[in-house]
């Protein structure tokens, strides 16, 4: 069964450097999906993206955060400057948008430790 | 905001049914109930989703009230590896849309 794919398994970076999250979505799909979740709390939506530009974003999302489908198979999260706050499992998503029921499919995610 | 609401936590004894309720009174007409569950730090998976009519598949049974307020996700025979939280989701009909997660219902199957 095709899955969604995320590398690395676990990010250890220092505050202040430049993270990029890696996504691999299910290879027919339109619609890809950034989600994060901190310890002990829910998942958060943060950016939504198709035909190659946002289509959504949160407050979460802001001048910090990037997102790119470079190659047309990657899908990626761009964290320019880290902060303790943002250590979380980052999650992406994607949906194929053809069918009216939009059931997206999520990666196994990233943990991003920042130190 | 998630405008379902779910009890926090929920025990099944392994082999029974898990019976998993949810509350979405101000459900609009163009709104499906959808059903993911997150296993302890993996991402979320879905499992059903329904607009009016009962449901089910592989995984679970949905059960929607005549009047859509309310739901229960029904899981026939629990197993430990349904040990997770169950995410009760409204959404509309829009293909693209965000999935908006509330703190959903933590289920602990036991032995």
């Known amino acids: 069964e095709p899955e969604v794919t995320q590398t690395p398994s676990h990010q250890v970076t220092q505050m202040g450097q430049e993270v990029i999250l890696r996504c691999v979505p299910i290879s027919n799909h339109l619609y890809f999906y950034w989600y994060r979740q901190i310890l002990g709390q829910k998942v958060e939506f943060l950016v939504s993206f198709y035909n190659n530009e946002i289509s959504e974003k949160s407050e979460i999302f802001d001048d910090q955060f990037s997102v790119e489908r470079p190659d047309g198979s990657n899908f990626t999260l761009k964290i320019r400057s880290t902060k303790l706050e943002d250590s979380a499992m980052y999650f992406c998503a994607s949906s194929d948008g053809q069918d009216f029921y939009n059931e997206q499919f999520f990666g196994p995610g990233t943990r991003l430790t920042v130190l | 905001d998630a405008k379902t609401t779910q009890p926090p936590s929920m025990d099944c004894a392994e082999g029974r049914a898990a019976n998993l309720p949810c509350n979405h009174s101000?459900?609009?007409?163009?709104?499906?109930v959808y059903w993911y569950r997150q296993i302890h730090s993996q991402g979320p998976q879905y499992i059903i989703h329904?607009?009016?009519n009962n449901e089910t598949n592989e995984m679970a049974s949905l059960i929607i009230t005549e009047d859509r307020k309310s739901s229960t996700l029904i899981l026939p025979h629990a197993t430990l590896r349904d040990t997770a939280v169950y995410y009760c989701i409204v959404r509309p009909k829009t293909s693209y849309d965000k999935v908006i997660f509330g703190p959903g219902t933590s289920l602990s199957v036991i032995p």
């Open positions: 329904g607009l009016k």
């Open positions: 101000t459900i609009s007409g163009n709104e499906y």
